[in-house]
Nanobody
Framework: QVQLVESGGGSVQAGGSLRLSCAAS????????MGWFRQGPGKEREFVAR????????VYADSVKGRFTISIDNAKNMVYLQMNTLKPEDTAVYYC??????????????????WGQGTQVTVSS
């Protein structure tokens, strides 16, 4: 089992920045990659970004490319999501996820095995 705990959410005005953190514990050595997803009001959970466990490969959703940066600190088992130039449409609950059984995909929730409880991000105009 891998336990994930997110932190760093909050409220910010459009154009502002937030940094989300995700702490992984338990069998973190089994993780292949980490991802961030988000779920806005009345919307389905959507892929935001993914990073391989060693940090060599990153992938972003088009909607956040150039504004968000995912990073990883293996020594601390921490994953981060730096969010800049935030927009009201970024408002959502953000979830950290761990992939320990790579299935070939990475943008769907079912591609990940473990989830955090989520952290709310609210961007006001």
């Amino acid at each position: 089992q891998v336990q994930l705990v997110e932190s760093g959410g909050g409220s910010v005005q459009a154009g502002g920045s937030l940094r989300l953190s995700c702490a992984a514990s338990g069998r973190a050595f089994s993780v292949i990659a980490m991802g961030w997803f988000r779920q806005g009001p009345g919307k389905e959970r959507e892929f935001v970004a993914r990073i391989s466990w060693r940090g060599a490969i990153t992938v972003y959703a088009d909607s956040v490319k150039g504004r968000f940066t995912i990073s990883i600190d293996n020594a601390k088992n921490m994953v981060y999501l730096q969010m800049n130039t935030l927009k009201p449409e970024d408002t959502a609950v953000y979830y950290c996820a761990a992939d320990s059984t790579y299935s070939g995909g990475y943008t769907k929730a079912q591609d990940y095995d473990y989830w955090g409880q989520g952290t709310q991000v609210t961007v006001s105009s």
